[in-house]
């Protein structure tokens, strides 16, 4: 999405870097904060490592965020799921 400035250059405005994510807010900076904060430090090695290559490779389109992929595993926990695809 581009806006225009007074000089009628367009400006490019980017919401939520991450590779995948849709989200509610308007915030980046809320949101960057919530990954910081929550998302970030409960996140295991194993799945960061995924995340960083997966972002960095050409059919990342149908990836999950990492806050998406945190909320989706406590809902398996939650209803004790036993076998997941």
Known sequence: ????TQ???PVKVVRHQEVG???LLQSDALY???LETSVYPREPEPMKELREV???HPWNLMTTSADEGQF???LLKLINA???M
């Open 32 to 34: 960057q904060y919530i």
């Open 72 to 74: 989706l595993g406590l």
């Open 1 to 4: 999405k581009a806006q225009t």
């Open 21 to 23: 994510h849709k989200s």
């Open 54 to 56: 997966t972002a960095k």
């Open 82 to 84: 036993k076998n997941t």
């Open 7 to 9: 000089a009628e250059e």
